[in-house]
């Protein structure tokens, strides 16, 4: 049975890998920070499943500050593949706490690829690198090899940890990958992220529960997939015989706008009765286009996306309905006594 270890098990990518890695027989042990609150509502549904709890799931606090905890980790579990999913993730909050930033998601890729080099153990590395690296892009589409613009603290932290990665597997002969992904999305997204903040307002709209909803650059281009199949294509980069870097995309791409429209009309509404313009949302740096190309991880690993930008949507606004009917969703808004 393979041992598989997840930092960010609780996001959006991590319990979409959990499920794979579960569904493919692994042993998925999970790293989860220390809170006053449980936020493990991604994954609650594996504890539900009696086959799964208590068997082949396993979580560990750890933080990717402390490098102890993580030697001794990784010294105790031994895993055959690590998944660096867990980073401060917001884009627009980096802006804000660029120090913190830089420190969990840059210098903490270094803290567990020293890890690995300290206890000698030789996992497979996955480290989630992103599409924000490229920034003010240098050429359309973006592959592999085009040059990097990081426009954000996110970005520049990102870009650190993406050759930091490079650099272990050079120097030390780690079999260490980036996946270089573009946005991916998905019902578990966080609600703070634009395409959730959008299909969850719909939802509440349409419900009766909002009446308005407050956005920032509407022309930013982007190139949207769904998280479940970007999932995949990590675990397919880390059964390659070698590290290398692949850019995961669908090549195409869409404006905030066109989501917007696409969400509300899901739902029979013009969104230009309920969107409202806040400068608070705009980047001080914005990324203006985005857009990929995975021929590579197509030719390489046979991954290839296959839920397109409408199809993403619909899955997205459903969903949310659904969620917001409920009368316990309600009740949470304050909409109910």
Known sequence: MKKALITGIT??????????????????????????TFNTSRIDHLYADPHINGVRLFLHYGDLSDSVNLVKLLYDLKPDEIYHLAAQSHVRVSFDIPEYTSDVTGVGTIRILEAMRETGIKPRFYQASSSEMFGKVRAVPQVETTPFWPRSPYAVAKVFSYWATVNYRESYGLQASNGILFNHESPRRGETFVTRKVTRAVAAIKHGLQKELFLGNLESKRDWGYAPEYVEGMWRILQQDGGDDFVLATNETHTVREFVEAAFGRVN???????????????????????????????????????????????????????????????HLGRLP
Do not use: C, T
């Open 11 to 36: 996001g959006q990518d991590g319990s979409y890998l959990a499920d794979l890695l579960l569904e493919k027989g692994y042993e998925v042990h999970g790293i989860i920070r220390r809170a006053s």
């Open 269 to 331: 509404l013009d969104w230009n009765d309920y969107v409202k313009h806040d400068s608070r949302y705009e980047r001080p740096a914005e990324v203006d286009l985005l857009i990929g190309n995975a021929a590579k991880a197509k030719k390489v690993l046979d991954w290839e996306p296959k839920v397109r930008f409408a199809e993403l949507v619909r899955i997205m606004v459903d969903a949310d309905l659904e969620n917001l009917s409920s009368k316990g969703a309600q009740k």
